[in-house]
């Protein structure tokens, strides 16, 4: 039985996301309940003294998920593939099925091409383009 559900778009483990969950309660929760209480007994507005720890309690959930962070390595790695641009040319093939044309990747500003380089587009644009240019010339 697979222990690895999804949780906001991200795979997780349930083990460790069930001792991430108890460290952030170990130390978040303690920390809120003593500052409170001293807070409480050193300063004179009660307002201020529960915003204080509030801010504390915060903090230690920081802390909390950055230990989480160092001790549960992600578990998932993510490969690019020829699905990737092939799934980028069925895209841009869409594109143009509703209407849209081709541009010449040559007359686009030197910003956008390098842009388009490194989302890894520009290549499928150039290609796509010169299929385009030979389906019009063709009789």
């Known amino acids: 039985m697979s222990r690895l559900i999804e949780v906001w778009g991200d795979t997780v483990d349930t083990r460790h996301l069930g001792i991430s969950i ?5 130390i978040a929760a303690p920390a809120f309940l003593l500052g409170r209480a001293f807070f409480t007994a050193t300063v004179d507005d009660e307002t201020l003294a529960q915003s204080y720890a509030l801010l504390l309690g915060l903090a230690a959930c920081l802390v909390a998920a950055v230990i989480a962070a160092r001790l549960f390595k992600p578990k998932r790695i993510v490969r690019e593939t020829a699905t990737a641009t092939e799934s980028r040319r069925e895209a841009l093939e869409a594109i143009a099925a509703d209407g849209g044309e081709w ?20 290549d499928v644009l ?7 240019e030979r389906r019009e010339a063709r009789p």
């Open 22 to 26: 108890a460290l952030g309660v170990g």
């Open 103 to 122: 541009t010449d990747p040559a007359e686009l500003a030197p910003e956008v091409r390098e842009e388009l380089r490194l989302l890894g587009l520009y």
């Open 126 to 132: 150039v290609d796509a383009h010169e299929e385009a």
